[in-house]
């Protein structure tokens, strides 16, 4: 497994970054890719663990909700018209369930509303490439650290019912990891904006929620009984697997910026 591990990070990391690089409509693009494939793996994964869920709403509910978080017009608006799509929906079926409108209604705001902050992350002016690097960077690394420690040293689980191949050991080292990176990447690239403290504090932040965002992920895999939510990208899973670190972080960076700027 790590060598395919290996393989799709040496193709995907440098597609990611330039993509962070060009900014703007590709880069908008590239995340609306992301959060619409993240949004079909889990109706599938869903639905294949027979788990109700709306998945044309998931999906193209999802997809406009997106849209409008990305052009930052109406989103209110959109999420408005989910919630009332849902609901009319369940009423014209033979058997209602609370339960199908309910993990409909998570999936578009876990995976199209959080995954839209990294454009909107990227979008500031004047640091938004940097801050969207160190984002990346950290997590990316942090994944790795987590991952490579666990495997040689884990003894101790971290969360045996939700993922099993978690340890506290693991868990730690990202910890710390995320820290560091963060540390490291804002004394070269942005030591006029964020202070030695305040480049700790976004490592606390990231080091968190990143773990914090990748259990999410597994509570809704554990629920249905599947590993990854596909098969996608070699030794990574699917796509929501690769990305489900950033779905609290990014919404969580991006506005506690203002308090940090």
Known sequence: MILPRILTAMLGIPLILFMVHLGSFPFMLFVLGIIVLSLYEYGIILSLGGKGVQRHLVLWGGTLLALSALLQNSF?????????????????????????????????????????????????????????????????????????????????????????????EGTVAGFLTAIAISYGFCSFFLSGTFSPHKAVLLGLLIGVFGQISDLAESIVKRSVGVKDSSHLLPGHGGVLDRFDSFLFTAPLLYYTLPYLL
Request: charged share 15%.
């Open 76 to 168: 209110f608006l959109f999420l408005t018209l989910c919630l009332i799509a849902s609901m009319v929906g369940e009423m014209f079926k033979s058997e209602r369930s609370l339960e199908r409108v309910g993990l409909s209604l998570l999936g578009i705001l876990l995976i199209a509303w959080t995954l839209s902050h990294l454009f909107l992350l990227r979008d500031l002016r004047p640091f938004g490439e940097e801050l969207t690097y160190l984002l990346v960077l950290s997590i990316w690394i942090m994944d790795s650290a987590a991952y490579f420690i666990g495997t040689l040293f884990g003894k101790r689980k971290l969360a045996a019912s939700i993922s099993p191949g978690k340890t506290w």
